[in-house]
C-alpha cells in the first residue's frame, strides 16, 4: 500500500473555484483548448462502443497533470495533455472500473434491444412472446427501487474516484491504489467535496445557458477547481513530477556558490 498522506476536512470549497479563477487568468486559453480538445474527442470516440472507455483515464491523468504543473509554476504546454499516455495500462485500467456503471447500463440497454427484436416483433417460431415493456410493467415497484438503487450506486461511485487521476498524474501509483487512496480522501471531507461538486455542476449550467456552447469556456474552471481541490487534501507531492536537483540553498550553506 502506499505511504502518500492527505489531509482530512481540509478542502474549500469556495476557495478551490476561487482560486482556479486565479489560476487561469494566466494560462486560460491553454487550458481552454486542451478542455475542449480532450471532451470532444472522447465525445466523437464515444460514438464506437466502448473505445472511450480505454482512454478516459490517459486521458484525464494528462488533463490534471496541466493543472497540478501550472499550481507549481512549471511550463505547460498543448503536449502536456499526452502525458497521461505515458502511465496508459494503469491509467486505463482506473478509467474502466471507474465506467463500470456506465456499462453496466450499456449491457442491459443492449440486452433490452436484443429482447425487444427477438420477442416483441413475433418472437421465435412466429409464435408472439410478450413484450420487454408488458414484462417489465409487471413490476413497476421492483425496477423503481432497483432503478434509484442503481442511481445511488453510480453517484457514491463516481465520488469513489474523485482524486484517482490527479493521484495518478502526480504519483506512479498502480490503480488499485489509487482509487483506494482517492476513496480515503473522498470520504475525509466527503461533505465538502459534496459542496464543490455542486458548485461545479452551477458553474456548468450557468455556462449551458449561454447558447449551450458556454458550458466549453467554463470547463477549465472545473477541471481546475477539481486540480487545487487535490492540493488542498494532498498538500504536497512525495516525489516530484521531474527530480531536477535541489537549488543549492536548499542545503543550507552558500559556501561555493555564488561570486
Not at 427501487?145 to 442511481?151: H, I, R, S, W
Not at 473522498?186 to 456552447?213: K, P, T, W
Request: include cysteine; proline fraction near 5%.
Amino acid at each position: 500500500m502506499t505511504d502518500i498522506q492527505f489531509l482530512r476536512r481540509s478542502l474549500d470549497a469556495t476557495d478551490s473555484v476561487s482560486q482556479a479563477w486565479e489560476l487561469l487568468r494566466r494560462n486560460y486559453w491553454l487550458h481552454f483548448g486542451i478542455a475542449f480538445v480532450n471532451i470532444v474527442g472522447l465525445a466523437i470516440l464515444g460514438i464506437i462502443p466502448l473505445v472511450s472507455y480505454f482512454i478516459t483515464g490517459p486521458v484525464f491523468v494528462g488533463l490534471y497533470r496541466t493543472y497540478l504543473l501550472d499550481l507549481r509554476g512549471e511550463p505547460v504546454n498543448f503536449g502536456t495533455m499526452f502525458s497521461g499516455f505515458k502511465k496508459f495500462v494503469p491509467a486505463m485500467l482506473v478509467g474502466l472500473i471507474q465506467a463500470v456503471p456506465q456499462i453496466i447500463i450499456q449491457a442491459i440497454q443492449w440486452t433490452m434491444n436484443v429482447g425487444e427484436l427477438v420477442f416483441g416483433r413475433g418472437g421465435l417460431g412466429g409464435i408472439r412472446q410478450p413484450s420487454i415493456e408488458g414484462i417489465w410493467g409487471r413490476l413497476p415497484t421492483v425496477i423503481i427501487v432497483v432503478a434509484l438503487a442503481f442511481v445511488g450506486f453510480s453517484i457514491l461511485w463516481s465520488f469513489v474516484f474523485f482524486f484517482a487521476f490527479q493521484i495518478m498524474a502526480e504519483h506512479d501509483i498502480g490503480p488499485i491504489d489509487a482509487i483506494v487512496l482517492s476513496a480515503q480522501a473522498v470520504f475525509s471531507n466527503l461533505g465538502r467535496i459534496i459542496l464543490l461538486v455542486l458548485m461545479q455542476l452551477g458553474i456548468g449550467i450557468l455556462g449551458a445557458l449561454v447558447c449551450g456552447i458556454g458550458v466549453f469556456f467554463v470547463l477549465p474552471v472545473i477541471f481546475a477547481s477539481s486540480a487545487i481541490a487535490y492540493r488542498q487534501v494532498f498538500p504536497s507531492a512525495v516525489e516530484p513530477f521531474d527530480n531536477f536537483p535541489p537549488h543549492p540553498s536548499a542545503y543550507g550553506n552558500q559556501s561555493g556558490w555564488g561570486a
